[in-house]
């Protein structure tokens, strides 16, 4: 009977030691996505403050490691022994945060310069074994600032080292950080989603900054995550990344800060979403002594559809406006962040209605085919994805 009682001991200590393992991610590092003999021409702003982060002795490792120890994950635990572990034992699940695009860019208009800073990411999670993305969570930061003069090189960096390391609001690391922090690992009958088509309508590309009209994919990564970090947000589901311009089918190229380079390959999504962005408008609201306050508009179509049998739960126009006010002081009137308050009120507003949520705004913002039916029906297809 003793004999017996220790086998039993033994193999609780076991199972548990074994649940223990397959609910421990390892932090592999900071990366940048896509083709390595690219990295420094795509990211040439990121890898200056990367090295002088480095020099300075804050390397991007070390101080993502400070974010993730302040705000640990809630769901599995995290070990932070580094991509040299992975390789020397049974280890399979690593975690990374993966920079995926750099824009930065000035624009005149009147006697003033509107600069956009802006870098988007991804918390990946990942089989370290068989080189596959498990988990993909959208990250995208901006700064938006007018000088009066041109940005200097160093005040770009400046910029970016604010977007890295957080300010007046978190930065990518402590949101990476906080994304982690909630975050789930897939079980067996797990479902993916991607955003795989974003189209942008010439009377609306015309309204982006000049740096989000330069390159290929950029304006569409840009709304492919915007829309990602809000279903993220609202809905609580994962998404897989829009890799246009840094991927070949289904396999994701990525090199790590100490010079590590991977591909790993992307899981064939259960479900699609197609946003198409169709235009901005600006409406005159009202006007005082003080100034005028103007309608922001943003109009768009959403798709979500099943690709295997072709069949669509959503298909549907949406808008939303949100109100800015400019005093009579102000002679010269940037449009852009206006617009992008509004596009990211109608990415939240959609989320949070395919999370659950009921609202009137869904009523007054949608045409199509009984929307509301349609949303239902959609709800139920997002909580599979979770």
Not at 163 to 171: E, F, H, I, N, Q
Not at 257 to 278: R, S
Not at 344 to 362: A, E, H, I, M, Y
Request: include cysteine; glycine fraction near 8%; proline fraction near 4%.
């Amino acid at each position: 009977m003793q004999a017996f009682r220790l086998v039993v001991l033994l193999f609780t200590a076991l199972a548990a030691t074994q649940a223990a393992a397959a609910d421990s991610v390892a932090f592999a590092g900071f990366a940048y996505a896509g083709d390595a003999q690219q990295i420094a021409a795509r990211f040439p702003v990121t890898r200056q403050v990367e090295a002088e982060l480095t020099a300075s002795g804050g390397a991007p490792n070390k101080a993502i490691s400070r974010s993730l120890a302040a705000r640990p994950p809630a769901n599995f635990s995290l070990s932070s022994d580094g991509m040299a572990s992975l390789k020397h034992s049974d280890q399979a699940l690593a975690t990374a945060l993966v920079v995926t695009s750099e824009t930065i860019s000035s624009e005149r208009f009147g006697r003033l310069y509107k600069v956009l800073a802006n870098v988007r990411g991804q918390a990946l999670v990942f089989d370290f074994k068989a080189m596959t993305v498990l988990r993909a969570y959208p990250i995208n930061v901006t700064y938006l600032d007018v000088l009066d003069h041109q940005p200097s090189e160093r005040e770009k960096r400046d910029r970016v080292k604010r977007l890295l390391l957080g300010g007046d609001k978190p930065g990518l690391f402590d949101r990476y950080a906080q994304v982690l922090s909630g975050a789930k690992l897939p079980s067996s009958g797990t479902r993916y989603l991607q955003v795989s088509q974003v189209n942008v309508a010439p009377e609306a590309l015309a309204q982006l900054p000049e740096g989000l009209k330069t390159g290929s994919g950029v304006a569409e990564g840009w709304l492919a995550d915007m829309f990602g970090e809000a279903l993220l947000d609202k809905a609580g589901v994962p998404i897989l990344p829009f890799t246009k311009g840094y991927a070949i089918g289904n396999a994701m190229a990525m090199r790590f800060a100490d010079g590590e380079v991977f591909n790993l390959k992307l899981p064939e999504p259960d479900y699609t979403i197609q946003v198409d962005l169709k235009g901005f408008k600006r409406v005159e609201y009202g006007s005082s002594a003080a100034g005028t306050s103007y309608i922001y508009a943003v109009y768009s179509h959403i798709k979500l559809g099943e690709p295997m049998s072709g069949k669509q739960y959503l298909d549907a126009d949406f808008k939303n406006g949100e109100v800015k006010a400019v005093p009579v002081t102000q002679s010269e009137i940037d449009d852009f962040p206006a617009y992008a308050d509004s596009l990211r009120g109608l990415f939240t507003k959609l989320s949070s209605s395919l999370g659950g949520q009921d609202s009137d705004w869904l009523a007054a913002a949608s045409s199509g085919d009984n929307v509301s039916k349609q949303v239902d029906v959609t709800r139920g297809v997002v909580k599979s994805c979770k």
